[in-house]
T-cell receptor, first 113, second 112 residues
């Protein structure tokens, strides 16, 4: 089955700086890669996703890049703010016939004021 | 609209007891999922359903059973609870494969 590895497990950045979280996946047939944010004590919520037919997607201060050849994808947060402090999860899915989303183990991001 | 709701929010069980967690949705989504979340291990899929009357095993199904008798409800059962099942359980739904999953608020279960 699919295996998703996520690094780093913890990340601290100064407010205003950028943060990058990286994930690798094992199944070359995977074609959907979402990122979820989970604030302390809350439920996970989707912040951005990318499909395998594009290499990059942006939404304001967040962006995701995908390298299918190397089987890795990354989340980039620019101009970080205190409200970006949370746990971030990457995930991968191969689509129809295997309706499962495999999550990474999470990155705890702390923004230092 | 309530979205995805879970009952109960907290529960403490003794080893060997049984219980059922209820997930309800008012979003009319076909797909529903049960995950468990443990520190340092992310979200692991227990069972899922791609429509009313269907269920399938996920990554960690042992010790759990599920039923999807109605489209809006997905039940997770523990027949004989074990301390290893102490976790936070999240239900989620989506309108289809490779679409956003909407999570419930979670159920914190402790087995002593």
């Amino acid at each position: 089955g699919e295996n998703v590895e996520q690094h780093p497990s913890t990340l601290s950045v100064q407010e205003g700086d950028s943060a990058v979280i990286k994930c690798t996946y094992s199944d070359s047939a995977s074609n959907y890669f979402p990122w979820y944010k989970q604030e302390l004590g809350k439920r996970p919520q989707l912040i951005i996703d990318i499909r395998s037919n594009v290499g990059e997607k942006k939404d304001q201060r967040i962006a995701v890049t995908l390298n299918k050849t190397a089987k890795h994808f990354s989340l980039h947060i620019t101009e970080t703010q205190p409200e970006d402090s949370a746990v971030y999860f990457c995930a991968a899915s191969r689509g129809f016939g295997n309706e499962k989303l495999t999550f990474g183990t999470g990155t705890r991001l702390t923004i230092i004021p | 609209n309530a979205g995805v709701t879970q009952t109960p929010k907290f529960r403490v069980l003794k080893t060997g007891q049984s219980m059922t967690l209820l997930c309800a949705q008012d979003m009319n989504h076909e797909y529903m999922y049960w995950y468990r979340q443990d520190p340092g291990m992310g979200l692991r899929l227990i069972h899922y359903s791609v429509g009313e009357g269907t269920t399938a095993k996920g990554e960690v199904p042992d010790g759990y059973n599920v039923s999807r008798l109605k489209k809006q409800n997905f039940l997770l059962g523990l027949e004989s609870a074990a301390p290893s099942q102490t976790s936070v359980y999240f239900c989620a739904n989506s309108r289809g494969l490779s679409y956003e999953q909407y999570f419930g608020p979670g159920t914190r279960l402790t087995v002593t």
